[in-house]
Each structure stands twice: as structure tokens, then as C-alpha cells.
């Protein structure tokens, strides 16, 4: 694992930018979209606030451009979370948005696990009593559709909220808290007592009072693995609202790195509940999760970086090619453009693998047509069945083939491209003149060569 990733939150951010680049240079919104999101993600975690509703704000919009209504209720979900503090009728109100699109796709999990999430952000502000109301409607989701397992950790958020509401009057609001951990009486009334409201605020609080600090921090070693427990629910929760890859690559990046092999115990645990019980649906999309964070864990997330560069070399050789229309430098770009279509790239996530391909297609049409002006006829044809072979339905590139195939003298094969160039593009005007071509070299001798058709870009 890479500890600059999991430690270096800049890292991360500079990855994402770069993935981020990758995308909108190839013109792939789905890729662009979840990166997006994930560095909102990474954004909210590090509470800069207003940079990760800005990316939300522009991961949202891709979503809905593209239809993709997973990625959008995902979004929604988030952005009702980061603006529970400035905005609460707002962020009430993207939730419900969020529930919509839930419901529409009979995305159950996502459903239970956007009012958990919420139940737990409202817990940790102090908000006992509406986070209550959130935590049961999640309970009750999970219980109809058969989710038992989660019930036991929905059960203790529950427990906690109603505890909290009780003693809210008396207990200082304590960030440093998991959900189901509550302070004694006596040494909440002591922080009370002390102006410990808040994060900061305990911590002076502490300072100020050597005793206070041992007695609290004793009551932090007392209660380890119940603290732990409460931390693995809550991780629980926010890992089954991972919708995609870079969703996923997100919650990795906040998963506390001293966490992770206890929590990948508990999923696995899980799993094997899920499955005697005979849910199976739950299992699989645990599974699912699981194996795509030994994914990340595997470093493949540089794949990314690496593609990143190898367009940007096929990027420079086209541009070198197209300003001198030499045929080596075409060949070099057609070289790195098919090196994006290596294998190891292959598992990429978000990449517009269509538009990349389009992208190749029309390099090795260019070659052929390269070739065709320096009369390796050879050349030109095996360069435009590239092309085919890239984008089959593309009329262009079966026009291009069927000229060559007429200056090779292979006339049958000619006509049958032309007529699958005719199907593709009924009208284009071309056709006219390669069935011309194709009729006077026909009439030829078979000592004559044939007058063919130079290559074309229409």
C-alpha cells in the first residue's frame, strides 16, 4: 500500500486532478463525473468546505447529463451532509432528493444507508433527537426488506441518540466521542463545568486541567474496543453507500490507516452473516466493495497516472504528424495511441474507451492516407483495415479501403467494401466516384493498372 496515498491527502488530490485531466481531455463525463465526486469527498473529509461543493456541485451536473441516476442520488446524498451546518432546510431537502431517485431505482441499501449516514452526522453535531427520527426510518427500511444484519448496528446508533437526547441538557457537546460511547454523569458535568462545548474548547479544556485530562483519557482506554466497535459500525454504514470506483477510492483514502485490517475483518464477517442468513444480495455488494479495496490496496490506482501519460505522448506525436504529414511520425502516433490500448490499462476506471478508440481510428486513417500520397499502396490498405477494425461502422475509413483495394487490382473485394460503405452512408458522393473507378478497371486488360482512387478524409 502506498503510505503517501493514505497519509498525504495532497497526493491524493494531486491524483485526482490528474485523473480529473484525463477525462475531460478524452471526453469521458462518466470518468469526469466520479472524480469529481471523489474529490469532493476528500474535500469534505479535509472540511474545506466550499471546494467540495463546487465539485459536487459539477459531479452532479455530469450525472444528469449522462443519465446516470446512481451517481446522481450519491451526490445529492453528500452535498445534504456538508451543508447540515450552513443550511438545514437545504440540506433536508437534497436528502429528499436523494431518497427519489433511491426509490425510483430500488436502490434499498442506499436508501437505509443515506439515513444512517445522516442519523450519524446529526449525532455527532449533538442532535439526539433528529437524528433519532432518521436512525428508526432507517431501522424500519433495513427491517421490511430483510437486512437483518445491519439491525444490530442500527440498534446501537438508536441507543445512543435516545441517551443523548435524555442527558442532552447536562452533557457538553463531545466530538472526540464515537456514537456509542456516553461520558459518565460526573466527568461530563466536570467538562460542562470546564466550557467543553465543542472539539476545541475540550481540548483547552484539558490543558487547563491536568486531572481532568487523565481521568478523561482513562475513560477513553477504559471503553477501547467499544469505541472500536462503534467505529467499525460507522465506517459499516458509510462503506455500503460507496456507489462506484472512485466513490470507493475515496472512502479508502479516509479509512484510518491503524482501522483497516479490523475493518476488512468485520466486512468479512459480514459477508459470512449475510450469507447463512441467506441474503445474499447484501453479501455480493459487501464482496464487491471488499474486492475493490484490495484493488486499491494493490496500486493500481497508478494506472491511472500511467495513462495519463501515455495519452499525452500520443497526444504530442499526433500533433507532430498532423503539422507535417510525414509518414514515420504518423506511424509513431498510431504507435502510441494503439500503447493506450494495452491491457494492464484495460480495468481503468471511468475512461471513455469508445472516444479513444475513435480517436486511434481516425490516426491510422490518417497513415493510410499518408501512405497513399507516398504510393505504398500496402501500407495504406493495412493502415485503413487498422481504422475498420477500430470503428467498423465508420463509412470514411471502408471508402479509404475500397479506393486502395481498387489500385491493388483485388476488384471483388473493392465492390463489397463499397457496398458496405453504401449501407453505412447511403448519400456520401464519393461512392459514386469509387463505383467509376471500379467500372473502368474492370474494363481494363489485366496488363493495365488499374487508375484506382486516392485516399480521402470524406
Known amino acids: 500500500m502506498s503510505s503517501s496515498f493514505r497519509n498525504d491527502r495532497d497526493a491524493a488530490l494531486t491524483s485526482y486532478t490528474q485523473a480529473l485531466a484525463l477525462y475531460r481531455e478524452i471526453g469521458a463525463n462518466l470518468g469526469e463525473a466520479n472524480v469529481l465526486q471523489a474529490i469532493g469527498d476528500v474535500q469534505q473529509f479535509r472540511d474545506d468546505r466550499d471546494a467540495a461543493l463546487t465539485s459536487y456541485t459539477q459531479a452532479l451536473a455530469l450525472y444528469r447529463e449522462?443519465?446516470?441516476?446512481?451517481?446522481?442520488?450519491n451526490v445529492l446524498a453528500a452535498q445534504s451532509r456538508l451543508l447540515l451546518d450552513s443550511n438545514v432546510q437545504a440540506s433536508e431537502q437534497l436528502l429528499d432528493?436523494?431518497?427519489?431517485?433511491?426509490?425510483e431505482i430500488?436502490?434499498?441499501?442506499?436508501?437505509?444507508?443515506?439515513?444512517g449516514n445522516y442519523g450519524i452526522a446529526l449525532l455527532q453535531r449533538g442532535k439526539h433527537a433528529e437524528a433519532l427520527g432518521y436512525l428508526e426510518r432507517a431501522r424500519e427500511l433495513f427491517r421490511a426488506r430483510g437486512?437483518?444484519?445491519?439491525?444490530?448496528?442500527?440498534?446501537?446508533?438508536?441507543?445512543?441518540?435516545?441517551?443523548?437526547?435524555?442527558?442532552a441538557s447536562t452533557r457538553p457537546a463531545d466530538t472526540t466521542e464515537p456514537a456509542s460511547v456516553t461520558l459518565p454523569d460526573g466527568l461530563a458535568a466536570r467538562l460542562v463545568a470546564a466550557g467543553a462545548t465543542d472539539e476545541a474548547s475540550l481540548r483547552r479544556a484539558l490543558d487547563a486541567d491536568?486531572?481532568?485530562?487523565?481521568?478523561?483519557?482513562?475513560?477513553?482506554?477504559?471503553?477501547?474496543?467499544?469505541?472500536?466497535?462503534?467505529?467499525?459500525?460507522?465506517?459499516?454504514?458509510?462503506?455500503i453507500a460507496v456507489g462506484n470506483q472512485d466513490a470507493l477510492a475515496g472512502f479508502w483514502q479516509s479509512l484510518p490507516p491503524e482501522l483497516e485490517g479490523s475493518f476488512t475483518a468485520?466486512?468479512?464477517?459480514?459477508?459470512?452473516?449475510?450469507?447463512?442468513?441467506?441474503?445474499?444480495?447484501?453479501?455480493?455488494?459487501?464482496?464487491?466493495?471488499?474486492?475493490?479495496?484490495?484493488?486499491?490496496?494493490?496500486?493500481?490506482?497508478?494506472?491511472?497516472?500511467?495513462?495519463?501519460r501515455a495519452f499525452e505522448r500520443y497526444q504530442q506525436a499526433y500533433q507532430a504528424a498532423e503539422q507535417s504529414n510525414d509518414v514515420q511520425l504518423w506511424q509513431a502516433a498510431a504507435e502510441a495511441g494503439a500503447a493506450l490500448l494495452a491491457p494492464?490499462?484495460?480495468?481503468?476506471?471511468?475512461?471513455?474507451?469508445?472516444?479513444?478508440?475513435?480517436?486511434?481510428?481516425?490516426?491510422?486513417n490518417r497513415l493510410g492516407n499518408a501512405h497513399g500520397d507516398a504510393n505504398d499502396k500496402a501500407a495504406a490498405l493495412a493502415a485503413f483495415e487498422q481504422a475498420i477494425a477500430l470503428q467498423p461502422d465508420v463509412a470514411m475509413w471502408?471508402?479509404?479501403?475500397?479506393?486502395?483495394?481498387?489500385?491493388?487490382?483485388?476488384?471483388?473485394?473493392?465492390?463489397?467494401?463499397?457496398?458496405?460503405?453504401?449501407?453505412?452512408?447511403?448519400?456520401?458522393?464519393?461512392?459514386?466516384?469509387?463505383?467509376?473507378?471500379?467500372?473502368?478497371?474492370?474494363?481494363?486488360?489485366?496488363?493495365?493498372?488499374?487508375?484506382?482512387?486516392?485516399?480521402a478524409t470524406s
Not at 432528493?97 to 426509490?103: E, G, L, P, S
Not at 430500488?106 to 439515513?115: F, H, S
Not at 442500527?154 to 445512543?160: T, V, Y
Not at 494492464?344 to 490516426?363: I, Q
Open 97 to 103: 432528493q436523494a431518497f427519489h431517485i433511491r426509490r
Open 147 to 167: 437486512i437483518h444484519e445491519l439491525l444490530a448496528q442500527i440498534d446501537q446508533l438508536i441507543a445512543q441518540a435516545r441517551q443523548g437526547h435524555a442527558s
Open 210 to 239: 491536568a486531572q481532568l485530562r487523565e481521568e478523561f483519557e482513562a475513560f477513553l482506554a477504559a471503553h477501547h474496543e467499544q469505541r472500536a466497535q462503534a467505529s467499525l459500525n460507522k465506517l459499516l454504514q458509510a462503506f
Open 66 to 73: 449522462i443519465g446516470d441516476r446512481l451517481g446522481e442520488a
Open 344 to 364: 494492464e490499462f484495460a480495468a481503468t476506471p471511468g475512461v471513455g474507451w469508445d472516444d479513444l478508440r475513435a480517436y486511434l481510428a481516425d490516426t491510422y
Open 106 to 115: 430500488d436502490d434499498v441499501y442506499g436508501e437505509g444507508a443515506d439515513l
Open 398 to 455: 471502408r471508402r479509404n479501403r475500397a479506393g486502395t483495394l481498387i489500385d491493388l487490382g483485388e476488384l471483388n473485394m473493392a465492390e463489397a467494401e463499397i457496398a458496405a460503405a453504401r449501407t453505412l452512408e447511403p448519400e456520401a458522393p464519393r461512392l459514386d466516384e469509387l463505383d467509376a473507378a471500379l467500372t473502368q478497371a474492370r474494363a481494363m486488360p489485366a496488363s493495365t493498372e488499374p487508375p484506382g482512387s486516392a485516399p
Open 266 to 308: 468485520f466486512v468479512e464477517t459480514q459477508i459470512r452473516q449475510a450469507e447463512q442468513s441467506g441474503n445474499r444480495d447484501l453479501a455480493e455488494g459487501l464482496r464487491q466493495r471488499l474486492d475493490g479495496l484490495d484493488w486499491l490496496r494493490s496500486g493500481q490506482m497508478s494506472r491511472v497516472a500511467e495513462l495519463q
